[in-house]
């Protein structure tokens, strides 16, 4: 029985990991570079939560339908917002640039959002409570005990990747994004507005990106300006796990991810080495199937 | 002079850090562990120049090879502990702790050099964090809390006679007939390989003799701070490498040496501005990429590629 109530466990802590992998998986397809300021995004999502949250509370009242839709609508836009303007100045100058000189950028604008949020005249360091968004109820079967939070995650997880499914594969954007994936010049020529799609794959990843780290705080003890840093880090691990680029395979990462945290959290010895654990998988996948579980092998041509 | 050359250089250097150091005891304390930090710092940079510069494999681990050899080497002089001859077993302990760097480095290198750009990036930060890792967790060495008391034999002349030995060392190395495979890996991959030099086998020597001289580094940093901890080694003491590298144009010995000391210098100035430093440093990486990716020193005087 220890066993379900652990993938149960696991199962939640998973879904967040997938969700954040999502937006990882999202631009790395498009632009084939690693967002590393995916994490500052999502905790940038989080602290909108935390501003937003009483306002409209006031207005809604407490816990109610109209506060929680308006909380994660109006904090995906917010971070829609941020992550297309992340694009605009910093990696959009940078397009036709090594590789290297954009992933030095990125790491670059994850430690300005880091280091800004920290100042005292922002957020400050301190650790801060996160508002209690949806009461959270207990279910017992038996002698498992099921939380609603654990239901949810995973429900709002899949129903997200179906929307990024359905946008990816059935709308005319999604072709469009495919099309920039598979060759950028080429799709430019045929008329796609390069830019402007790569623009918007930034916006709907960092509105994932917020929607994850409303529902990461929810389990969280509180929030804090360096909260997307663990989260962030294996959900990209979780992303090359299942191959980065591909959708599906994101979310099978990161909830075999969250799985085996769980269970390496339950052994007394191996506790202090979850760290160590997430990095040990991804240097695994990386030398014996580059190209993770679900994606395809490319062979270089000369 | 005996020398040519660059030998006259580091024959140079040597005397002048040594001569230097007799003078020590009358220097402003905090100035002299200030200008011992930079020495610490041109040796870090400048063995990861020869990664990440002349061999272009990108390196994010950098840290994780100065803890293997700052802690081996402190490990060692804590436990000769304090007998009359203890000091001369500095040298010693130096260069045990920049020997396992190099074992380690050579452990990572061998799987993880197969993997390029980013991802290399990203296995070798995996690698450093690991490395973090264990130590955190490892009694013997004090895990999280470190160890203490280590005793302070980095003196001025120690570091910065070490740190010609590794610009001399890393230069001639590039420099030799066989060093011109770092370039040439660099340059063009494939076109190497296609031309006879044995990409795989010059790339790993490339970063096991990087590791060496972080190790060394990392057990200067021990003895001069005489105490160490895991939170001492992580991924932004990397970054802060890096961005030396970087900052000096990467494969640019003087520039690289230059960033060193500018880079270490930088937070001493901004003490006052302490809250902003970070904030100023984040950005100063995010401009230097969109303005000067080749470096700061670097002039249009020749084209070169930068990867």
Same mark, same amino acid.
């Not at chain 2, 502990?81 to 077993?89: E, I, K, N, R």
């Not at chain 2, 939170?231 to 991924?235: A, Q, R, V």
């Given at each position: 029985m220890d066993f379900l109530q652990q993938s149960i466990n696991g199962l939640g802590l998973g879904a967040i990991y997938a969700l954040i992998a999502l937006g990882y998986t999202m631009v790395y397809g498009v632009l084939r570079f690693i967002n590393f300021a995916h994490s500052d995004v999502l905790m940038l999502g989080a602290f909108a939560a935390f501003y937003l949250a009483p306002r409209l509370e006031q207005a809604f009242g407490p816990q109610s339908v109209p506060t929680v839709i308006g909380v994660f609508l109006l904090s995906a836009l917010i971070c829609a917002c941020i992550g297309m303007t992340i694009e605009r100045l910093a990696y959009r100058p940078l397009r036709n640039r090594p590789k290297l000189t954009v992933l030095i950028t990125a790491i670059g604008v994850s430690l300005f959002i880091e280091f800004t949020c920290q100042n005292p005249r922002v957020f400050d360091s301190a650790t801060r409570p996160f508002p209690k968004l949806i009461a959270e109820h207990q279910f017992q079967l038996g002698t498992l005990v099921v939380s609603s939070n654990d239901i949810l995650v995973p429900v709002v997880t899949a129903v997200l990747l179906l929307a990024m499914w359905f946008i990816v594969q059935k709308t005319k954007i999604g072709t469009a994004m495919r099309a920039v994936s598979f060759n950028q010049s080429a799709a430019s020529l045929m008329g796609v507005p390069v830019n402007r799609i790569i623009s918007f794959t930034f916006g709907l990843g960092s509105a994932l990106a917020a929607i994850a780290g409303i529902l990461y705080s929810m389990k969280a003890p509180g929030i804090e300006p360096l909260m997307g840093v663990q989260p962030g880090l294996r959900a990209f691990v979780a992303a090359v796990l299942g191959g980065i680029g591909n959708l599906p395979g994101a979310v099978l990462g990161g909830i075999l991810l969250g799985v085996l945290e769980t269970f390496a959290g339950g052994i007394p010895g191996l506790s202090n080495y979850r760290d160590a654990i997430a990095f040990g998988i991804l240097i695994l996948i990386l030398l014996f199937k580059p190209a993770g579980l679900l994606g395809r092998a490319t062979v270089e041509k000369v | 002079m005996p020398f040519s050359g660059a030998k006259r250089w580091l024959f140079l250097g040597i005397v002048l850090a040594i001569a230097a150091s007799y003078f020590t005891p009358h220097f402003n304390r905090y100035y002299l562990g200030v200008v011992i930090d930079v020495g610490i710092a041109i040796i870090l940079a400048t063995s990861l120049n020869l990664i990440?510069?002349?061999? %272009?494999q990108f390196s994010l681990g950098h840290a994780g090879f100065m803890a293997v050899g700052g802690y081996l080497s402190a490990w060692i002089s804590l436990k000769i %502990?304090?007998?009359?001859?203890?000091?001369?077993?500095f040298p010693l302990s130096l260069l045990a702790g920049g020997l396992l760097a190099a074992f380690v480095g050579l452990l990572v290198g061998v799987p993880s050099l197969r993997l390029r750009g980013d991802y290399l990036a990203i296995v070798t930060l995996g690698f450093g964090e690991i490395i973090r890792v264990i130590a955190q967790n490892t009694d013997a060495i004090g895990a999280a809390s470190g160890l203490k008391g280590i005793p302070k034999y980095a003196s001025l002349g120690w570091t910065f006679g070490l740190a010609a030995v590794t610009i001399y060392v890393i230069t001639s190395l590039v420099n030799s007939t066989y060093g011109r495979g770092f370039i040439a890996v660099h340059d063009d991959e494939i076109a190497a390989e296609s031309n006879g030099v044995d990409t795989t086998r010059t790339k790993v020597i490339a970063f096991v003799t990087g590791a060496f001289f972080a190790g060394i580094a990392g057990g200067l940093y021990a003895h001069h701070k005489q105490f160490i901890s895991p939170?001492?080694?992580?991924?932004l003491k990397s970054i802060d490498i890096v961005v030396m590298v970087i900052l000096g144009g990467m494969g640019r010995t003087a520039g690289v040496v230059a960033a060193a000391i500018l880079l270490t210098l930088l937070p001493e100035l901004l003490r006052d501005f302490a809250e902003y430093r970070m904030i100023i440093y984040a950005l100063l990486i995010i401009l230097l990429m969109l303005l000067r990716p080749g470096g700061l020193f670097t002039f249009n005087l020749k084209k070169r590629r930068v990867a």
């Open positions: - | 990440n510069g002349h061999t %272009g %502990g304090v007998t009359p001859h203890a000091a001369w077993f939170t001492g080694f992580d991924w």
